[in-house]
């Protein structure tokens, strides 16, 4: 890729969300599964502490989920720790990775989302969504991508159906349909 423009390339820095939603290892799965649902999110890094944003772990709504689901069904309800459900071996995120880099990365580990560490901290979150949003900011503006936009197709046997009945009305002068 030319230089140039890998320079001008968006940055993790330029794509993450921050603030970002985190728990301490003190919160309960229960917490978690809050915290989910009121943020819209599907991952939560876990930090030492609320002045400490040292990286811990992070919990999915999978891992959640599932921790739950088992718990529920077997009326073993609890309030066991974040720290019981959350992955500890974390891929973290440099600020300074361009964006191209990151999905290589996402690739490579089968992930969709990451935690963003500055000096040991948690400073952001990205994922592939954030990238996305991104991308076509950066295709029109690298690119000059001028094009007009094609609908996306509205598909629905109804509307198709209509359409049909309307010919055959039409066509079978049955006159026409109100």
Not at 88 to 117: G, T
Not at 130 to 142: A, C, N, Q, S
């Amino acid at each position: 890729m030319d230089t140039e423009l890998r320079y001008r390339l968006p940055k993790v820095r330029d794509v993450m969300s921050s603030p970002v939603i985190a728990l301490t290892e003190k919160h309960t799965v229960y917490d978690a599964l809050i915290t989910f649902n009121k943020y819209k999110i599907s991952t939560i890094p876990v930090v030492l502490g609320s002045n400490d944003y040292g990286l811990v772990g992070v919990v999915s709504e999978g891992e959640c989920l599932k921790y739950l689901a088992h718990n529920l069904f077997y009326d073993e309800m609890t309030s066991d720790s974040v720290g019981v459900i959350m992955k500890r071996d974390v891929v973290c995120i440099e600020r300074n990775m361009d964006i191209f880099e990151l999905e290589e990365l996402f690739q490579k580990h089968k992930i969709r989302h990451a935690p963003v560490i500055e000096a040991g901290r948690v400073v952001g979150s990205v994922s592939r969504s954030d990238i996305l949003k991104h991308l076509e900011k950066f295709t029109k503006e690298v690119l000059k991508y001028r094009h007009d936009i094609i609908e996306p197709l509205e598909l629905s046997m109804y509307k198709d159906f209509d359409m049909r009945t309307k010919d055959i009305s039409e066509n079978h002068h049955f006159g026409p349909l109100t």
